[in-house]
C-alpha cells in the first residue's frame, strides 16, 4: 500500500452518535449522525424522529440507510450524510423508472396504506408517522426501498421546474444537508 493509499486504510467502520449541523426537520432540534454495520442513521435529540422507538435504529431516527465504507472515506459526518443523500435520490430515480439501482433487475413499486393507522406521533401498528408509503422491491437482488409519496413527486419535472420557477433549487445545498435550498440567481 502506497502512502496515498493510507487514508483508504482508516476508513471508519463505525461511530457513535456524532453531532452534526443540521436540525431536525420534523422539530427543529439537533441532530446527531451513527454509523455502524454499513448503515447510517440521522437522528433527533429530541423528539422520536420518523421511526419512534425502533430496537434496530437508534432513538428518534429521521434517516436509516445503508452506506458502504468506502463512502466513509475521507469524509467528515455531514459529508457522509450529503454522499448518502445523493446515492438514495439516484436509487429512487431509478425505482421510480421501474429498473433496480444494484442489478438492474425489474422494480416492482406500489402503495402501502396503513390499515390501522394511528394519527399522533409514530403509529404502532406500521412504525411509522406517515400512513402512505411507496414501496420498492427488486425481485433478482431483493434490495427494498421506501419513501414517502411527496418525496417520489419531489423528483418529478414538473415538480421541480415549479419550485425552480419560485427561485427554490430541489437540489442538495453546498452545505449537503439536502433541503430545498434558495436559487441566488
Ligand atoms: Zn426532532
Ligand atoms: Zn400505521
Ligand atoms: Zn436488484
Given at each position: 500500500?502506497?502512502?496515498?493509499?493510507?487514508?483508504?486504510?482508516?476508513?471508519?467502520?463505525s461511530?457513535?452518535a456524532t453531532?452534526i449541523?443540521?436540525?431536525?426537520?420534523?422539530c427543529?432540534?439537533?441532530t446527531?449522525?451513527?454509523?455502524?454495520?454499513?448503515w447510517?442513521?440521522?437522528?433527533?435529540t429530541?423528539?422520536?424522529?420518523?421511526?419512534?422507538?425502533?430496537?434496530?435504529?437508534?432513538?428518534g431516527?429521521?434517516?436509516?440507510?445503508?452506506?458502504?465504507?468506502?463512502?466513509?472515506?475521507?469524509?467528515?459526518?455531514?459529508?457522509?450524510?450529503?454522499a448518502?443523500?445523493?446515492?438514495?435520490?439516484?436509487?429512487f430515480?431509478?425505482?421510480?423508472?421501474?429498473?433496480?439501482?444494484t442489478?438492474s433487475?425489474?422494480i416492482?413499486?406500489?402503495?402501502?396504506?396503513?390499515?390501522d393507522?394511528?394519527?399522533?406521533?409514530?403509529?404502532?401498528?406500521?412504525?411509522?408517522r406517515?400512513?402512505?408509503?411507496?414501496?420498492?422491491?427488486?425481485?433478482?437482488?431483493?434490495?427494498?426501498?421506501e419513501?414517502?409519496?411527496w418525496?417520489?413527486?419531489?423528483?418529478?419535472?414538473?415538480?421541480?421546474a415549479?419550485?425552480y420557477?419560485?427561485?427554490?433549487?430541489?437540489?442538495?445545498?453546498?452545505?449537503?444537508?439536502?433541503?430545498?435550498?434558495?436559487?441566488?440567481?
Amino acid at each position: 500500500m502506497s502512502a496515498s493509499d493510507t487514508r483508504w486504510a482508516s476508513w471508519p467502520r463505525s461511530f457513535e452518535a456524532t453531532p452534526i449541523d443540521d436540525n431536525c426537520s420534523l422539530c427543529g432540534a439537533p441532530t446527531t449522525l451513527t454509523y455502524r454495520d454499513g448503515w447510517l442513521f440521522l437522528s433527533c435529540t429530541a423528539c422520536e424522529g420518523f421511526f419512534g422507538d425502533r430496537e434496530d435504529f437508534p432513538p428518534g431516527t429521521n434517516i436509516a440507510t445503508t452506506f458502504d465504507p468506502g463512502g466513509a472515506a475521507g469524509r467528515e459526518p455531514l459529508e457522509m450524510l450529503r454522499a448518502a443523500r445523493l446515492r438514495a435520490q439516484w436509487a429512487f430515480e431509478c425505482s421510480l423508472e421501474g429498473v433496480c439501482n444494484t442489478c438492474s433487475g425489474p422494480i416492482e413499486a406500489r402503495l402501502d396504506c396503513c390499515p390501522d393507522h394511528a394519527s399522533d406521533g409514530v403509529c404502532p401498528t406500521c412504525e411509522r408517522r406517515k400512513r402512505a408509503m411507496a414501496q420498492f422491491t427488486c425481485p433478482v437482488c431483493k434490495q427494498h426501498r421506501e419513501c414517502s409519496p411527496w418525496g417520489a413527486c419531489l423528483l418529478h419535472p414538473a415538480v421541480v421546474a415549479f419550485f425552480y420557477d419560485r427561485d427554490v433549487l430541489l437540489t442538495h445545498s453546498p452545505a449537503g444537508v439536502g433541503e430545498p435550498t434558495r436559487a441566488s440567481r
